[in-house]
């Protein structure tokens, strides 16, 4: 049944190759180029095309493997001038890397259920690797988030089993691909502080472990100390200049927060006292670092406050309680925290939380309960990335043969 499965979701991506990319297809193609034909002192300088390099330096390694493989298809996509460059052989390569790289994601559901029950574990493989939202980001959007997911998942059955070590080492891997993880660190971090660090060799083990993600950081960062580019890199890693919200919305308290502000500046018009402040123009795109009309702006210190402040009740019982048991839990919470209240969210973060949470909800009720609203709702809210009338078809299939099925 799982291989069945597995084959059944491959096939469906394979035939998803013609549908509509959006503009990471060109993102990926440009930093194919960048870490293939320029020399690292310039991957993250380089600006010949907009769409600059700005993934931690393990995912640009992982680019650079591609490249390698690149090269034997059609070298033309890795010019760096080849702006928008999208032959047949380009879409096949890139299309087929994503699910290459779709391994990661299915070999953790192999590994995290493995000791699973059938038919629990078929159902735990199917949630995983036929994610809705997954497929439709990945597969017709196009980004890698089935490699870096399914890693997440690797990490999560390690320290569920009360292998903290590994699954902390991975989550340093993991974070030097995207460092979007890192609104999970918290959790990590304490938890492997009072599960991994304690008995009579905690000050061993502390240092172990200090030292292995330190090691990660020197692999992926040190080259590009050695050739004085750490500024560069850090400065494109944390963009402040984007805004509070996305150019299309994630589905949070921001939103609401826009909302009201829309609807008071509409409110004061009425009134006859229009707000000094033009309208509030949030959907800017690129840039564009929004204002809002009425209520006051909202710096990134202050959503990362509340998002630390939502975070810190289940912290605290961690600290307490270190279960391994109800680390899974814990962490997509965590990455719950971040959706909700984290400054310039992206709708598909939503899916740190629905991949998780798989993991969870074929072992209770409760859990499974909170993941079929979540994966509904946070699924559902995808779909509008996938403007294009062809798509719609499939967008509203693949969403709806998925989301009963729990
Ligand atoms: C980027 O790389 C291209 C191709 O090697 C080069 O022509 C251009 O000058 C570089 N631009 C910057 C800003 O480094």
Same mark, same amino acid.
């Given at each position: 049944?799982?291989?069945?499965?597995?084959?059944?979701?491959?096939?469906?991506?394979?035939?998803?190759?013609?549908?509509?990319?959006?503009?990471?297809?060109?993102?990926?193609?440009?930093?194919?180029?960048?870490?293939?034909?320029?020399?690292?002192?310039?991957?993250?300088?380089?600006?010949?095309?907009?769409?600059?390099?700005?993934?931690?330096?393990?995912?640009?390694?992982?680019?650079?493997?591609?490249?390698?493989?690149?090269?034997?298809?059609?070298?033309?996509?890795?010019?760096?001038?080849?702006?928008?460059?999208?032959?047949?052989?380009?879409?096949?390569?890139?299309?087929?890397?994503?699910?290459?790289?779709?391994?990661?994601?299915?070999?953790?559901?192999?590994?995290?259920?493995?000791?699973?029950?059938?038919?629990?574990?078929?159902?735990?493989?199917?949630?995983?690797?036929?994610?809705?939202?997954?497929?439709?980001?990945?597969?017709?959007?196009?980004?890698?988030?089935?490699?870096?997911?399914?890693?997440?998942?690797?990490?999560?059955?390690?320290?569920?089993?009360?292998?903290?070590?590994?699954?902390?080492?991975?989550?340093?891997?993991?974070?030097?691909?995207?460092?979007?993880?890192?609104?999970?660190?918290?959790?990590?971090?304490?938890?492997?502080?009072?599960?991994?660090?304690?008995?009579?060799?905690?000050?061993?083990?502390?240092?172990?472990?200090?030292?292995?993600?330190?090691?990660?950081?020197?692999?992926?960062?040190?080259?590009?100390?050695?050739?004085?580019?750490?500024?560069?890199?850090?400065?494109?890693?944390?963009?402040?200049?984007?805004?509070?919200?996305?150019?299309?919305?994630?589905?949070?308290?921001?939103?609401?927060?826009?909302?009201?502000?829309?609807?008071?500046?509409?409110?004061?018009?009425?009134?006859?006292?229009?707000?000094?402040?033009?309208?509030?123009?949030?959907?800017?795109?690129? *840039?564009? %670092?929004?204002?809002?009309?009425?209520?006051?702006?909202?710096? =990134? &210190? !202050?959503?990362?406050? @509340?998002? /630390?402040? #939502?975070?810190?009740?289940?912290?605290?019982?961690?600290?307490?309680?270190?279960?391994?048991?109800?680390?899974?839990?814990?962490?997509?919470?965590?990455?719950?925290?971040?959706?909700?209240?984290?400054?310039?969210?992206?709708?598909?973060?939503?899916?740190? *939380?629905? %991949?998780?949470?798989?993991?969870?909800?074929?072992?209770?009720? =409760? &859990? !499974?309960?909170?993941? @079929?609203? /979540?994966? #509904?709702?946070?699924?559902?809210?995808?779909?509008?990335?996938?403007?294009?009338?062809?798509?719609?078809?499939?967008?509203?299939?693949?969403?709806?043969?998925?989301?009963?099925?729990?």
């Amino acid at each position: 049944m799982r291989w069945r499965i597995v084959v059944f979701v491959t096939a469906l991506k394979v035939l998803l190759f013609p549908a509509y990319r959006s503009t990471d297809f060109e993102v990926h193609r440009n930093w194919l180029a960048i870490t293939s034909s320029l020399p690292l002192r310039q991957w993250y300088t380089n600006t010949t095309s907009q769409w600059t390099l700005d993934y931690p330096p393990l995912f640009a390694w992982f680019e650079w493997a591609l490249a390698q493989a690149a090269w034997l298809v059609d070298p033309a996509m890795l010019d760096v001038a080849n702006l928008g460059y999208a032959s047949d052989s380009t879409i096949l390569f890139q299309r087929g890397s994503v699910i290459v790289s779709d391994a990661a994601l299915i070999s953790g559901a192999w590994f995290a259920t493995r000791r699973e029950p059938e038919p629990r574990r078929s159902l735990a493989v199917f949630l995983l690797v036929a994610n809705s939202g997954l497929l439709l980001v990945d597969h017709v959007h196009f980004q890698y988030n089935g490699l870096l997911l399914g890693i997440l998942v690797w990490s999560l059955a390690l320290v569920r089993e009360g292998r903290s070590l590994a699954g902390g080492v991975l989550f340093a891997v993991l974070l030097n691909m995207k460092h979007l993880f890192a609104c999970l660190a918290p959790v990590y971090f304490v938890h492997l502080l009072r599960h991994h660090c304690r008995g009579p060799h905690a000050m061993r083990r502390f240092a172990v472990l200090g030292a292995c993600v330190a090691g990660v950081f020197a692999v992926s960062f040190g080259p590009f100390v050695l050739a004085g580019q750490l500024r560069q890199v850090l400065g494109r890693l944390f963009p402040f200049q984007r805004g509070l919200c996305h150019a299309y919305w994630a589905a949070n308290v921001w939103a609401l927060y826009a909302a009201a502000d829309k609807a008071l500046a509409a409110g004061l018009q009425l009134l006859g006292r229009p707000a000094a402040a033009p309208a509030a123009n949030l959907t800017g795109g690129l *840039v564009g %670092v929004s204002s809002f009309a009425v209520l006051p702006d909202v710096s =990134p &210190a !202050a959503a990362l406050a @509340l998002v /630390l402040a #939502a975070l810190a009740p289940c912290l605290v019982r961690l600290w307490r309680a270190p279960d391994p048991a109800g680390f899974v839990h814990a962490v997509a919470y965590a990455a719950m925290c971040s959706f909700m209240a984290g400054y310039h969210v992206h709708e598909k973060a939503a899916l740190m *939380v629905t %991949v998780p949470l798989a993991l969870d909800a074929i072992r209770s009720r =409760p &859990a !499974a309960r909170d993941w @079929l609203f /979540l994966s #509904a709702t946070a699924h559902y809210a995808l779909l509008p990335l996938l403007f294009t009338l062809a798509e719609y078809p499939i967008k509203v299939l693949i969403y709806g043969i998925y989301t009963p099925k729990a």
